[in-house]
C-alpha cells in the first residue's frame, strides 16, 4: 500500500512532521558527538604540551588554589 | 551516592561514562517499541490518520516544559545551594530544550495545517509555547555573549526562574482562554480521555523521547565541563604558570 | 586584495564567536515581529495586509541595532587607526566591514523572514516577495548605516545620533522595500516597478555608505 492509503489524504503532513523531528533529533546526538570529540581532542592537545591542572599535580606547599569553577571542589586526600 | 557526591566534576563525568552506553541502549529499544506502537494505532474516527502526528508532537511539546522545569530547579541550585554542577546542567539543558520546542511548533503547525486549515493562528496555547521558544533563544544569547561561565550561569539562572512563571500559563492556558488547541486530554482530574489503544503509544512515545533528552543532556553536561576545563588549562597556560 | 579578504575573515569570526553580535539581529528581529500580532490583535486577515509592513520595520530596526558598535571595537584596541593608515583605500576597508556586517547580521534575517512569515499568516506569493526585497534591500540598510556607525565611533556621544541620522536616509528603501512586497499581493503596478528602484537605492548606497563613511572616519576622528 503506497503511504497516502496508509497515511490518509494528509500522508504530506505526517511524513514532514515525523522528517523533522528526525532531523532535529540527528542534529542533536550530531552535535553532542562532534563537540565531545572536539573536548576530548583539546584537553589531549593541551594535556600534551604539558599543562596539568593544579589537581593532577601534587598537591603545591604553596597557598590554597584559587576558586576554580571547573577544578573539583574538595580535592579528598585520594 | 549522597546528592552531593554528584557536586564532585569527576566523580559525575565517571557515572555519565558508565551510565551512557546503558542509556543509549535504553532509548534505542524504548524506541523501537513506541515507533511500533505509534504506527500500529488505529486512526481517529475525527482526525484520521493525521493523529500519529501527537506521538511526536507531545512528547516534544512535554520535553520543551520539562526541560525547564529541570532548568529551574538548576537555576534554583545555582543560586540557592550554590552547586557546581548546577549552572552545567542548565546550560546543557538549554539548546535540547529550544529543538524540542521547535519540533513542538512545527509538527503543531503542520498538523494544524490540514485540520485548522492554517499553519498558525495567535492561540493562547500556540502563543505562550511560542514566547517559551523566544525565551529559550534568550537564554542561549546570554550564554553565548558573557564570556565567564559563572557570571553567565547566575544571570542565565535569574532568567530561567522569570521564564518559569510562563509554565503555568501553557499548562492551563487552553482552560483560561477558549482556544482553538485540544484542551489536556492526558494529565487531567477525572484520568486521561484517551482510549488506551492510542494512549499506551503516547505515553510509550513520551518515555522514549524523556530518556532521549536525559541520554542528551548527560553528554551536552560531559562535554560542558570539558569545555571548562579546556578554558581554564588556557588561562593557566596564559598565566605561565604551569606553560611547558 | 589579500589584505582586505582577511579583513572580512577576520571580522566574520569575531561576529560569530562568544560575544560577538551575529545572531542578535535575528532574535530581535524575532521578537519584535512576535510583539506586533499581541498589540495589533490576532486577526489573520489583518496581519497579512500588513505582514510586509511588520517583517521590513522589524528587518530595518534589527539591521541598525549593532551598527554603531560596528567600529567601536576597533577604535577601542586601536586596529582603527591601523585600517586608517594601512594601505589599503580606507573606503574599501570600510565596505569591507559593512559587508561582513551584512553577511553576519543582514542575511540572517532574510533567511528567518519566511518563519516569520508564517506567523503573520502572509501567502506564498507575499512571502517571496518579502523575501526577495529583504535580500535586496538589507545591504542598503548596512551600507546606509555605515554613515552613522562612524559618526558613532568619530564622536563622543555619536551612539544616540544613529537612529536619527540614519532612519531618515533609510526611508526611501522602507519606501520601496514595501511597496514591491504589496506589489507581488494586491497592487496595481507589477512588483517589478518598484523592485528595480529598489535596486538602484542598494547600488547607491553601496556606494555612498562607504565613501561617507570614510570621509567621517578619516577627518572627523577627535
Known amino acids: 500500500m503506497s503511504s497516502t492509503e496508509l497515511l490518509g489524504p494528509h500522508a504530506v503532513f505526517i ?22 570529540r572536539r573536548q576530548v581532542r583539546v584537553l589531549a592537545e593541551l594535556e600534551a604540551r604539558g599543562v596539568r591542572r593544579r589537581s593532577a599535580e601534587p598537591p603545591p606547599a604553596s597557598a590554597t588554589p584559587p576558586a576554580d569553577p571547573a577544578a573539583p571542589v574538595k580535592e579528598t586526600a585520594a | 551516592m549522597a546528592w552531593i557526591d554528584l557536586a564532585n566534576p569527576t566523580r559525575f563525568l565517571r557515572l555519565v561514562d558508565r551510565a551512557l552506553p546503558w542509556l543509549t541502549a535504553l532509548t534505542v529499544f524504548a524506541f523501537a517499541y513506541a515507533l511500533n506502537g505509534a504506527f500500529g494505532a488505529p486512526d481517529d474516527y475525527q482526525q484520521g490518520a493525521t493523529v500519529k502526528i501527537m506521538f511526536i508532537h507531545v512528547p516534544a511539546a512535554w520535553l520543551g516544559m520539562f526541560c525547564w522545569g529541570m532548568m529551574t530547579i538548576s537555576a534554583l541550585g545555582t543560586l540557592v545551594f550554590r552547586h ?73 539562572a535569574i532568567l530561567t526562574l522569570v521564564g518559569a512563571l510562563n509554565l503555568p500559563i501553557i499548562k492551563f492556558s487552553v482552560d483560561w482562554w477558549n482556544t482553538l488547541h485540544q484542551p489536556a486530554s492526558v494529565v487531567r482530574v477525572d484520568g486521561p480521555a484517551i482510549h488506551p489503544s492510542i494512549l499506551i503509544p503516547l505515553l510509550a512515545m513520551t518515555l522514549a523521547f524523556t530518556l532521549l533528552f536525559v541520554a542528551l543532556h548527560l553528554a551536552a553536561m560531559r562535554n560542558e565541563i570539558l569545555r571548562r576545563r579546556v578554558r581554564t588549562l588556557r588561562l593557566l597556560q596564559a598565566q605561565g604558570a604551569r606553560g611547558a | 586584495m589579500t589584505a582586505l579578504r582577511a579583513l572580512l575573515v577576520r571580522d566574520l569570526r569575531i561576529a560569530l564567536r562568544i560575544g560577538g553580535g551575529a545572531m542578535m539581529g535575528v532574535l530581535f528581529f524575532l521578537t519584535v515581529v512576535t510583539l506586533m500580532p499581541f498589540a495589533i490583535g490576532p486577526d489573520l486577515a489583518l496581519l497579512r495586509r500588513i505582514g510586509p509592513a511588520i517583517l521590513w520595520i522589524g528587518a530595518l530596526l534589527a539591521s541598525l541595532l549593532a551598527l554603531d558598535r560596528l567600529f567601536a571595537a576597533d577604535h577601542d584596541d586601536g586596529s582603527l587607526d591601523l585600517l586608517l593608515m594601512g594601505r589599503a583605500p580606507v573606503e574599501l576597508a570600510v565596505a569591507v566591514k559593512g559587508l561582513a556586517h551584512w553577511i553576519a547580521t543582514g542575511l540572517p534575517l532574510v533567511v528567518a523572514a519566511p518563519i516569520l512569515g508564517l506567523f503573520l499568516n502572509l501567502e506564498p506569493a507575499g512571502l517571496g516577495a518579502v523575501v526577495l526585497t529583504l535580500l535586496v534591500g538589507t545591504p542598503a540598510l548596512t551600507f546606509t548605516g555605515l554613515i552613522g556607525a562612524a559618526l558613532a565611533t568619530a564622536l563622543r556621544r555619536g551612539g544616540l545620533l544613529l537612529p536619527v541620522l540614519v532612519l531618515p536616509l533609510t526611508v526611501p528603501v522602507l519606501i520601496f522595500g514595501v511597496a514591491a512586497s504589496n506589489a507581488a499581493v494586491v497592487g496595481p503596478v507589477p512588483f517589478g516597478t518598484p523592485f528595480t528602484i529598489l535596486c538602484a537605492l542598494t547600488l547607491t548606497s553601496l556606494v555612498v555608505g562607504p565613501f561617507a563613511a570614510g570621509a567621517t572616519l578619516r577627518h572627523g576622528m577627535e
Open chain 1, 15 to 36: 511524513v514532514a512532521s515525523y522528517a523533522v523531528t528526525l532531523l532535529v533529533a540527528a542534529g542533536l546526538i550530531l552535535w553532542v558527538w562532534l563537540d565531545h
Open chain 2, 84 to 156: 557546581p554542577l548546577a549552572d552545567v546542567a542548565a546550560k546543557a539543558a538549554v539548546p535540547l530544550g529550544a529543538a524540542f520546542t521547535f519540533v513542538c511548533l512545527v509538527t503543531g503547525a503542520l498538523w494544524g495545517r490540514p485540520m485548522w486549515g492554517t499553519y498558525w493562528v495567535w492561540d493562547a496555547r500556540l502563543t505562550s509555547v511560542l514566547v517559551m521558544f523566544v525565551m529559550y533563544l534568550g537564554l542561549i544569547a546570554l550564554w553565548r555573549t558573557v564570556e565567564d561561565p559563572t557570571r553567565a550561569g547566575r544571570a542565565a
